[in-house]
């Protein structure tokens, strides 16, 4: 598959991609029944993700924990990766397609006295600097992150590895994004367990910590942060809530300030570990046409079409012989998106939108208002069936437009053939 536009970690992207054109979020992750075997998923919205290949990797030492993915300026994509658990080096691996990798090679740490090099993370700085962020101990209790930069475009040479200036005494799993000209680094705090968050005006620091403790409401006895940027502009961040054996995730939007309440990631919480999400733009995705009138039927129940009463959402039959209210009622103008010109807004003959609020379907009238216009932007994803499209809340991701005892309402993506059979429509000729 030709991709069109290179995900680099740590850059943000903000708006949706234009029609032709799809985000896509590839995971690579280790889980807990083996820690010998890469599993890879793909995902349109960063929230519900699908198998492309188990057991897609095992390197040559038999152990791939905390697998990070990248795509290079060659086209390639590349896995940096923990090797053992004692030891001081490692690992590489390619691959032209995601799902089918060669080994490499290792790379020594070349510092005395290191008993382990644990989470290599990627970092392609926007000057395109390749360099991995790894956890580097000689007591096993006294972690630092260090960077390594490639000094060969074939990612087969590095740099002395140096400490990242300002985190310490104890600190592993470093993840650092770059916005504007400051460094984030996301960091296990190995003697509380919380994640903490830090600021740098350069790669290798000094960083000046911004949050610790409980500063996010992530609770402690966490680890693995990995974070990407969402279509809407927000940073999404990922991470092992190991003690209770599920998976997170929390959204921002505010420069890392404040975060939403964790949700647990549908159909892999429990199961997955340590991952990294690349996220790219590709050719593809679904699209509506716009400036026409059409209505939604249900894929599930194909009688029943996105209709309101009395300004509130429900998926309501129509037939033939329905009235030419309920024929109104079922039928809307695609309009480009209030708040994203590449997702969608619904307008009602009366000139009202689709939106949400308390996370039911109803409709209003636009006030000129952010919050408005993200209330009624959504954008489109692959529905459950062939040519029908799911809806996507533009400004709280992961969840969609489904029917539950025929109200409409936005629920959070549920891994599961009910929901998505139940967030899925068909834009049809329009019944008025």
């Known amino acids: 598959m030709a991709v069109a536009v290179v995900g680099l970690p740590g850059t943000a992207h903000a708006a949706a991609p234009?029609?032709?054109t799809a985000t896509r979020y590839t995971m690579t992750a280790f889980t807990n029944t083996s820690e010998s075997n890469?599993?890879?998923?793909?995902?349109?919205?960063?929230?519900?993700?699908?198998?492309?290949?188990?057991?897609?990797?095992?390197?040559p030492t038999g152990?791939?924990?905390?697998?990070?993915?990248?795509?290079?300026?060659?086209?390639?994509?590349?896995?940096?990766?923990?090797?053992?658990?004692?030891?001081?080096?490692?690992?590489?691996?390619?691959?032209?397609?995601?799902?089918?990798?060669?080994?490499?090679g290792n790379q020594t740490i070349p510092l005395t006295g290191i008993k382990s090099a644990w989470a290599p993370e990627w970092f392609v700085d926007t000057d395109g600097s390749v360099n991995v962020i790894v956890s580097l101990s000689t007591t096993g209790s006294d972690f630092k992150p260090y960077k390594l930069t490639a000094t060969n475009a074939a990612l087969t040479t590095w740099t002395t590895p140096t400490a990242l200036a300002g985190i310490a005494p104890n600190y592993i799993d470093t993840f650092v994004v770059k916005v504007g000209s400051t460094y984030h680094a996301f960091s296990k705090n190995e003697t509380t367990k919380y994640i903490e968050h830090s600021t740098a005006t350069s790669l290798g620091g000094p960083y000046t910590f911004k949050g610790t403790g409980n500063w996010a409401g992530w609770g402690n006895w966490v680890e693995?942060?990995?974070?990407?940027?969402?279509?809407?502009?927000g940073w999404r961040i990922?991470?092992?809530?190991?003690?209770?054996?599920?998976?997170?995730?929390?959204?921002?939007?505010?420069?890392?300030?404040?975060?939403?309440?964790?949700?647990?990631?549908?159909?892999?919480?429990?199961f997955a570990r340590h991952f990294t999400v690349l996220k790219e733009t590709v050719p593809g995705g679904v699209t509506l046409p716009t400036g026409v009138t059409r209505s939604l039927q249900s894929v599930n129940y194909p009688s029943r079409y996105v209709s309101s009463r009395d300004g509130l959402g429900y998926l309501d039959p129509v037939d033939a012989s329905s009235?030419?209210?309920?024929?109104?009622?079922?039928?809307?103008?695609?309009?480009?998106?209030?708040a994203d010109a590449n997702c969608y807004s619904f307008r009602s003959?009366?000139?009202?939108?689709?939106?949400?609020?308390?996370?039911?379907l109803r409709l209003g009238t636009n006030d000129g208002t952010a919050t408005f216009r993200g209330d009624a932007t959504f954008c489109a994803r692959p529905g459950s069936a062939a040519g029908s499209v799911s809806l996507e809340s533009y400004n709280y991701p992961g969840r969609y437009i489904r029917h539950y005892n025929y109200e409409l309402r936005t629920d959070v993506y549920q891994d599961t053939d009910t929901f998505r059979a139940d967030s899925s429509f068909q834009a049809v000729s329009p019944w008025a």
């Open 224 to 233: 693995g942060p990995a974070l990407v940027p969402l279509d809407n502009g």
């Open 18 to 20: 234009p029609a032709g």
């Open 349 to 360: 003959a009366d000139g009202r939108y689709l939106r949400h609020w308390d996370f039911k």
């Open 38 to 59: 890469m599993y890879v998923y793909e995902s349109p919205d960063a929230t519900g993700y699908r198998l492309l290949k188990a057991s897609a990797y095992t390197p």
């Open 238 to 270: 990922y991470y092992d809530g190991y003690s209770a054996h599920k998976y997170y995730y929390s959204d921002s939007y505010d420069g890392f300030t404040t975060w939403s309440t964790p949700t647990e990631l549908p159909g892999l919480s429990g």
């Open 63 to 104: 152990l791939i924990r905390d697998p990070s993915i990248m795509r290079h300026t060659d086209g390639r994509y590349y896995l940096t990766y923990t090797t053992n658990w004692d030891g001081n080096t490692i690992g590489f691996a390619t691959s032209t397609d995601r799902v089918n990798w060669t080994f490499l």
């Open 323 to 338: 009235s030419a209210t309920v024929k109104g009622d079922a039928t809307v103008t695609v309009v480009a998106g209030l």
